[in-house]
């Protein structure tokens, strides 16, 4: 993360928990629109059983010096893991199961089971009108219903 610290996607905080994982980075004009809506979600669902992570992909100088990853979690109050995990061409490599990963951001949406249920590809900024709020609402609809799932039993 911006401190340093190692985050897994094994940690004990995202075990049996709704996780959205989101493929951003703070050069990306999209990634600012959809980074308040992120922070809303994770302030009202955190405590029913979601968690995000944001994977930051960074030009190589902010990689070695992340002042604006760190003004953008800031600018946005980002309580969630940001990571830094590479540069914005990598995204293709260092997310390998991701068939076609071009576009910023990309939000993977993961059940408790631990599987992705669905991708979102980019973000319609408030200026799309109801298009922003209709996918707004969609993914809200699709957080509590994946929240509302019984955690499987592990055997």
Same mark, same amino acid.
Not at 4 to 24: M, P
């Given at each position: 993360?911006?401190?340093?610290?190692?985050?897994?996607?094994?940690?004990?905080?995202?075990?049996?928990?709704?996780?959205?994982?989101?493929?951003?980075?703070?050069?990306?004009?999209?990634?600012?629109?959809?980074?308040?809506?992120?922070?809303?979600?994770?302030?009202?669902?955190?405590?029913? &059983?979601?968690?995000? *992570? $944001?994977? !930051?992909?960074?030009? %190589? @100088?902010?990689? #070695?010096?992340?002042?604006?990853?760190?003004?953008?979690?800031?600018?946005?109050?980002?309580?969630?893991?940001?990571?830094?995990?590479?540069?914005?061409?990598?995204?293709?490599?260092?997310?390998?199961?991701?068939?076609?990963?071009?576009?910023?951001?990309?939000?993977?949406?993961?059940?408790?089971?631990?599987?992705?249920?669905?991708?979102?590809? &980019?973000?319609?900024? *408030? $200026?799309? !009108?109801?298009?922003? %709020? @209709?996918?707004? #609402?969609?993914?809200?609809?699709?957080?509590?219903?994946?929240?509302?799932?019984?955690?499987?039993?592990?055997?």
């Amino acid at each position: 993360d911006l401190d340093g610290k190692l985050v897994s996607s094994s940690d004990a905080r995202f075990k049996g928990k709704v996780v959205l994982v989101s493929i951003t980075g703070s050069w990306c004009p999209n990634c600012h629109d959809e980074a308040p809506f992120l922070t809303e979600l994770y302030r009202t669902y955190h405590p029913k &059983g979601l968690e995000i *992570v $944001a994977l !930051g992909f960074e030009e %190589a @100088d902010q990689l #070695k010096n992340p002042v604006r990853p760190r003004a953008f979690v800031k600018q946005f109050g980002i309580e969630y893991p940001f990571l830094l995990v590479g540069e914005p061409e990598e995204a293709p490599a260092r997310i390998s199961q991701a068939e076609n990963l071009n576009a910023f951001p990309t939000t993977f949406v993961l059940g408790k089971d631990g599987r992705v249920r669905t991708v979102h590809a &980019g973000f319609a900024s *408030v $200026a799309t !009108g109801t298009v922003h %709020a @209709d996918s707004k #609402k969609a993914m809200i609809e699709e957080i509590e219903r994946l929240l509302a799932e019984k955690v499987p039993a592990t055997h």
